[in-house]
């Protein structure tokens, strides 16, 4: 069974563009999450996805935007980069949620925005 | 809210020794689940161990077990049989409950403690 899928791995941008992640969950999986990972901050959550909708949201501004498509695809933009957006972005796919649900994280996109 | 603390930022090990990493909770939700990952320096997530707050038995996985001492609020995680390969950042996080929207997937996570296992 393949694992969750994110693309690219590795993104270079500059300040004032934007940004779109892409994350392919487990087959089956209908949750996704997104995380940033930075040095500073460490892991923060952003959002989280279930069904098409989103479901719960991270304390970060609205230049972060999530969707997920009906084949629980799901991605992230970010617009207007800013410096500090410099981050790991991860991805993670669980079946539903519930007491004993386990999240499985991929890869993660390193962005960095000069 | 709920709080993660992960007290060792760093810690070695000797090949084949076991070694514990501590984590610390704080939450007033009476449900929740405790999760460990480890994080390679490719950095993947990988999912070690679960412990679900109504557990009776600590949680194993293969060489992995993890402490829980719920009056404490503690969940350390013990590595038996160290090997090289278990070199990472290892990463306690905590799920809240799930809600009536359906969701309840966020973890919260600690800082993470880097693991160095040598020869």
């Known amino acids: 069974k393949a694992g969750v899928t994110q693309t690219p791995r590795y993104l270079i941008k500059t300040r004032g563009q934007q940004v779109t992640l892409s994350c392919s969950p487990i087959?089956?999986?209908?949750?996704v999450s997104w995380y940033q990972q930075t040095p500073g901050q460490g892991l923060q959550f952003l959002f989280e996805y279930f069904s098409e909708t989103q479901r719960n949201k991270g304390n970060f501004p609205g230049r972060f935007s999530g969707r997920q498509f009906s084949n629980s695809r799901s991605e992230m933009n970010v617009s207007t980069l800013e410096l500090g957006d410099s981050a790991l972005y991860l991805c993670?796919?669980?079946?539903?949620?519930?007491?004993?649900?386990?999240?499985?994280f991929g890869a993660g996109t390193r962005l960095s925005v000069l | 809210a709920q709080k993660i603390t992960q007290t060792q930022p760093g810690m070695f090990v000797q090949e084949k020794e076991a070694v514990t990493l501590d984590c610390t909770y704080d939450t007033s939700d009476q449900s929740y689940g405790l999760f460990w990952y480890k994080q390679p320096s490719s950095g993947e997530m990988i999912f070690l161990i679960y412990q679900g707050s109504y557990d009776e038995q600590n949680a194993t996985e293969g060489r992995y077990s993890l402490n829980f001492q719920k009056a404490r609020k503690s969940a350390n995680l013990v590595i038996s049989a160290s090997q090289l390969g278990d070199s990472a950042m290892y990463f306690c996080?905590?799920?809240?409950?799930?809600?009536?929207?359906?969701?309840?997937?966020?973890?919260?996570f600690g800082t993470g403690t880097q693991l160095k296992v040598e020869l």
């Open positions: 087959s089956g999986h209908r949750s």
């Open positions: 996080a905590m799920r809240e409950p799930s809600d009536l929207t359906g969701g309840g997937n966020k973890l919260t």
């Open positions: 993670a796919s669980s079946s539903r949620g519930g007491e004993r649900n386990i999240q499985y």
